[in-house]
């Protein structure tokens, strides 16, 4: 098969590293020393579970910044921050035959309909990755936790197609499955994503941290609590045993920051509009409160507006 990353940074590369590695055909669409370093050197995978490897450019394998010489692809993985969906969906056109699927690998909850506006349905697979990853130095991403990428059908129906690609994933040794009901798991992803993303850059603290304190531990609980009065005003009853494990604090999460913080701290824009933006927006449809999250949401606005201000003041 052939396969197109479109955004080729922490997700991405890992998923499509593990792809070339594996003998597809695959093209990386990234930018910047990131991409600087892939063309000159390789992009370099360190995993905890598949150990250290590395996939050069050459017949199958090809990294570049304009998507017009992607040509068509079998498969492709939107791995793009929420922020930048609208302003690449256009150019994924270029990429469709008939039967090209694209799979948004993305956080939040309004991508896939995005995505749907532009290409048509019939093209959109919606995805979550429960992944840590992250890009280390250019050329370089690291694994450090988890990997299951879950795919379906936005109808919530199984195919032929899903199975077909979630197959062809296992074989290449990426934890996949396909989702019964992909807005199930697009929700269920989102109660995560909305607690832990922007609260951490709230408290500039690990997610071990934030769980660790009662009181931090109650306001990711409120947090995650009005996701999922949302979510079942929008007809989707989520399992109480979902923010139950969310709430258990492991070894392995001491330590971990949100993709969110180091965004934040890198100086980046973050994905605060399609992850708690997306679920205010969707409060607001059905007449829903979510005071938390609007607190956390102004919070965080004003925490990334008080740090580009400082940024361009040091220029």
């Given at each position: 098969?052939?396969?197109?990353?479109?955004?080729?940074?922490?997700?991405?590369?890992?998923?499509?590293?593990?792809?070339?590695?594996?003998?597809?055909?695959?093209?990386?669409?990234?930018?910047?020393?990131?991409?600087?370093?892939?063309?000159?050197?390789?992009?370099?995978?360190?995993?905890?579970?598949?150990?250290?490897?590395?996939?050069?450019?050459?017949?199958?394998?090809?990294?570049?910044?304009?998507?017009?010489?992607?040509?068509?692809?079998?498969?492709?993985?939107?791995?793009?921050?929420?922020?930048?969906?609208?302003?690449?969906?256009?150019?994924?056109?270029?990429?469709?035959?008939?039967?090209?699927?694209?799979?948004?690998?993305?956080?939040?909850?309004?991508?896939?309909?995005?995505l749907a506006e532009y290409l048509g349905e019939e093209h959109v697979l919606g995805a979550t990755a429960f992944i840590g990853t992250y890009v280390s130095e250019p050329g370089t991403v690291v694994h450090e936790a988890a990997g299951l990428l879950e795919i379906g059908e936005l109808s919530g129906?199984?195919?032929?197609?899903?199975?077909?690609?979630?197959?062809?994933?296992?074989?290449?040794?990426?934890?996949?499955?396909?989702?019964?009901?992909?807005?199930?798991?697009?929700?269920?992803?989102?109660?995560?994503?909305?607690?832990?993303?922007?609260?951490?850059?709230?408290?500039?603290?690990?997610?071990?941290?934030?769980?660790?304190?009662?009181?931090?531990?109650?306001?990711?609980?409120?947090?995650?609590?009005?996701?999922?009065?949302?979510?079942?005003?929008?007809?989707?009853?989520?399992?109480?045993?979902?923010?139950?494990?969310?709430?258990?604090s492991s070894p392995d999460l001491m330590n971990y920051k949100t993709s969110m913080l180091l965004d934040f701290e890198r100086g980046k824009p973050i994905e605060i509009e399609g992850i708690t933006g997306a679920l205010i927006r969707k409060a607001e449809e059905k007449g829903v409160e979510v005071?938390?999250?609007?607190?956390?949401?102004?919070?965080?606005?004003?925490?990334?507006?008080?740090?580009?201000?400082?940024?361009?003041?040091?220029?």
């Open positions: 098969m052939k396969f197109v990353v479109f955004g080729a940074g922490g997700v991405g590369s890992f998923y499509g590293g593990m792809l070339a590695r594996c003998g597809h055909e695959v093209v990386f669409i990234a930018r910047g020393e990131h991409l600087k370093a892939m063309k000159e050197k390789g992009l370099t995978v360190k995993s905890f579970k598949h150990g250290k490897f590395k996939v050069k450019e050459g017949e199958k394998v090809k990294f570049t910044d304009r998507p017009e010489e992607a040509g068509k692809a079998d498969a492709v993985l939107v791995c793009v921050k929420s922020y930048d969906t609208e302003k690449v969906a256009p150019l994924i056109k270029l990429m469709l035959k008939e039967d090209t699927v694209v799979v948004s690998v993305q956080n939040g909850i309004e991508n896939e309909e995005i129906k199984p195919s032929e197609r899903v199975e077909k690609l979630v197959e062809e994933m296992k074989r290449c040794g990426i934890e996949a499955r396909a989702s019964k009901d992909i807005r199930y798991t697009l929700w269920k992803k989102l109660v995560w994503n909305v607690a832990f993303n922007p609260y951490s850059v709230v408290t500039k603290a690990t997610v071990g941290e934030m769980l660790e304190l009662p009181e931090t531990y109650q306001i990711l609980k409120k947090l995650m609590e009005e996701c999922y009065a949302v979510a079942e005003a929008h007809g989707v009853k989520l399992k109480p045993k979902i923010m139950e494990n969310y709430l258990k005071p938390y999250n609007r607190c956390v949401y102004g919070t965080v606005k004003l925490l990334v507006k008080k740090r580009d201000m400082e940024r361009w003041e040091r220029k």
